[in-house]
């Protein structure tokens, strides 16, 4: 189906885009997720979020995930005597397109109320405008709480792990770390390190203390594996 070139189309598009992005983002971090969202296509995508004027209802642009078994796996510590019955510290995500001309302190509490009250570990905002300093600070304060992550509409057009010069990054379980350290006698403070707000490890969600592992191609040494630790 042809679409007129104009910029409710446009934006639509976007925010079709967007939209892509944002599911593929949360099914690689292990959710649980209905193929049918990830894949939807533009014509699929303005039936459902599209007013009859052809403008994208931003509002109806939210939803959330189970962390699958595999994801549940991951993240629970081994048994052990003094841990005789490990829990996962994963949770169910909340993602939302926040409709906001204006983005402050006022909205990152309203986000983070929400999130936390209705028991979602995670939660995405993504906004069409940046955060303001104020709101950016007021993210740490309720990390004990929630994860709350914020990412622009426009940084989500693309995504970033489908380009050829990012190799792949897969991120450790609990035991896969503990059995690395082990293999190679390290502390988790000799790996090298990755920081949390680097573009793939905002892309996957990392926590501090996570070990991701990043395999690489090269034409001499074929595949070859390199880790570093989230900090």
């Known amino acids: 189906m042809e679409y007129p070139n104009d910029a409710k189309t446009k934006e639509m598009v976007r925010l079709w885009r967007a939209w892509r992005t944002v599911h593929q983002m949360v099914e690689d971090r292990e959710y649980d997720l209905d193929e049918s969202e990830v894949l939807i296509t533009l014509e699929r995508f303005r039936e ?9 209802n931003r ?17 629970t510590p081994p048994f052990s005597p003094s841990n005789p019955d ?38 995405i905002m993504v906004t069409h405008v940046p955060l303001s300093p104020a709101a950016r600070k007021s993210l740490a ?14 940084d ?34 000799q790996l090298p390190r990755i920081l949390q707000k680097d573009p793939v490890a905002r892309y996957l969600g990392l926590k501090r203390g996570q070990v991701v592992k990043i395999i690489r191609v090269s034409e001499t040494a074929g595949r070859y594996a390199s880790y570093r630790l989230c900090v």
């Open 48 to 56: 459902i979020y599209c007013h009859p004027d052809g403008t994208v």
């Open 156 to 189: 989500l057009l693309v995504n970033i792990t489908y380009h050829e010069l990012v190799p792949r990054h897969l991120v450790l379980s609990i035991e896969q770390k503990i059995a690395l350290l082990k293999r190679y006698r390290l502390k988790e403070t």
């Open 59 to 75: 509002a109806k642009l939210q939803f959330s995930a189970r962390p699958s078994y595999t994801m549940i796996s991951k993240n």
């Open 86 to 123: 490990p829990v996962s510290d994963c949770g169910p995500i909340w993602v939302e397109f926040l409709t906001d001309k204006q983005f402050g302190v006022g909205q990152i509490r309203q986000f983070a109320k929400y999130t936390i009250s209705n028991n979602y570990k995670t939660g």
């Open 141 to 154: 304060s309720v990390e004990n709480l929630a994860k709350i992550e914020c990412f622009l509409e426009d």
